[in-house]
C-alpha cells in the first residue's frame, strides 16, 4: 500500500511524492485525509531549516500534524469502524522518510488510540483541534490563570481569547502590530501595543513566539504576576533580573496538548462553547501544496493554510 504525500526534502525543498506505507496491525487504521493544516510554529522551522535538533527530526520527512479524515480500514481490535471520522495529529508509517509529523498524506496508518472520534459535521476546521487544544493545555488545570493580556492576534491567539470568554472569565486585551491580523475579535479588543499603558496584568500568555519581547512584558505584569510562553522559541531566552525580582515575576513553559486537552477540548468545540469558525483564511489543493506552503508562512494575512486532499488518489 502506498499513498501521495508532501514530502520536505530540505529546507525550503518541498515536493509531492508516492510512499510506501506501513502493513496495519490489529490495533491499527488506515486513514484516508480529507484536509490536513499546515501549522506557521514548528513546521516553519523544519520549512527553514531552523528547527534545533528535536528528536526524530531529520530529512526527508512528511510534515502535518492536524488531519482529519475517514477510517477506511480498521483492525480488529482498533476499537473503531470503517467510516468513523477521526482527528489524526501525524503517523510514523512511511518508507524512505521520516515521520516526526506525518498528517500531510492522502492515507496514513496509525494505531487507533492516537486519534480522536470527531462528529461527522466536522469538515476542514477538524483540523484545528490541535491548536484548540494547545490553547486549552495551556490555560486547563490547578493554579493556572487566565489570560488578562494575550500577545499575539493569530490563531492561537485567538483561541486563547476564546477560550478565556467560554470560562465565564473577564474578556481579555489582545495585542497584535499587525493591521491585517486586528481585525476578527469576537467579544475582546484588539489593540496595539503602544496604545496600552496598563502595568498591572496579572496573566500574560505570549502567543507571538517572540522571546524579544520579554522585557516589555515583565514590565506589564504587576507583582507576583505571571508570564505564560505558549509559542516556540527557538533562540535562547533572557530578561533582566532587576525589574522581574521587584515584581516577583513568574515564568511558566506551556508545551504541547495531550490526548485529555483534545478530548475536552472536542466537546466544548460539539457543545457549542468553543467556536473554530473564522479562523481558516487560506484553502489550496494539495497540487499546489509548495505554493501553499509559502503562503502560510510568509503571507501575514494568511491565519490558517487548509490543504484539501479530497479528490487525490
Request: glycine share 12%.
Amino acid at each position: 500500500m502506498d499513498t501521495r504525500a508532501v514530502l520536505l526534502t530540505g529546507p525550503k525543498d518541498l515536493t509531492l511524492d508516492t510512499l510506501g506505507l506501513a502493513a496495519p496491525g490489529p490495533q491499527d487504521l488506515v486513514v484516508q485525509i480529507s484536509h490536513s493544516g499546515i501549522s506557521t510554529g514548528t513546521e516553519k522551522l523544519f520549512w527553514s531549516g531552523k528547527m534545533p535538533p528535536f528528536p526524530g527530526m531529520g530529512y526527508p520527512l512528511v510534515p502535518g500534524y492536524e488531519a482529519v479524515g475517514e477510517v477506511v480500514e480498521a483492525g480488529q481490535l482498533s476499537g473503531l469502524s470503517v467510516g468513523d471520522r477521526v482527528f489524526v495529529p501525524g503517523a510514523n508509517c512511511f518508507e524512505g522518510a521520516h515521520g516526526l509529523f506525518g498528517g500531510a498524506a492522502r492515507r496514513v496508518v496509525t494505531s487507533a488510540d492516537r486519534v480522536t472520534s470527531i462528529d461527522k459535521s466536522f469538515g476542514p476546521e477538524g483540523a484545528l483541534l490541535a491548536l484548540a487544544a494547545t490553547a486549552r493545555h495551556a490555560m486547563a488545570g490547578l493554579q493556572k490563570r487566565v489570560p488578562d493580556l494575550i500577545v499575539g492576534h493569530g490563531v492561537l491567539g485567538r483561541l486563547l481569547a476564546r477560550l478565556t470568554i467560554a470560562a465565564g472569565a473577564p474578556a481579555p486585551t489582545v495585542w497584535e502590530i499587525d493591521p491585517s491580523r486586528q481585525d476578527g475579535a469576537e467579544g475582546y479588543d484588539v489593540i496595539h501595543p503602544d496604545g496600552d499603558d496598563r502595568r498591572n496584568y496579572q496573566a500574560i500568555y505570549d502567543a507571538s513566539g517572540n522571546g524579544a519581547l520579554l522585557n516589555d512584558l515583565v514590565g506589564r505584569i504587576g507583582k507576583g504576576g505571571e508570564i505564560v510562553l505558549a509559542g516556540f522559541y527557538t533562540e535562547p531566552l533572557s530578561f533582566a533580573f532587576p525589574p522581574a525580582f521587584m515584581k516577583e515575576a513568574r515564568f511558566r513553559v506551556s508545551a504541547e496538548w495531550t490526548p485529555d486537552d483534545l478530548v475536552a477540548t472536542r466537546a466544548l468545540v460539539e457543545g457549542g462553547l468553543l467556536s473554530l469558525s473564522g479562523l481558516i483564511t487560506h484553502t489550496a489543493p494539495v497540487d499546489d501544496a509548495p505554493e501553499a506552503y509559502r503562503t502560510a508562512f510568509d503571507d501575514p494575512a494568511c491565519l490558517k493554510m487548509i490543504l484539501n486532499w479530497e479528490g487525490t488518489a
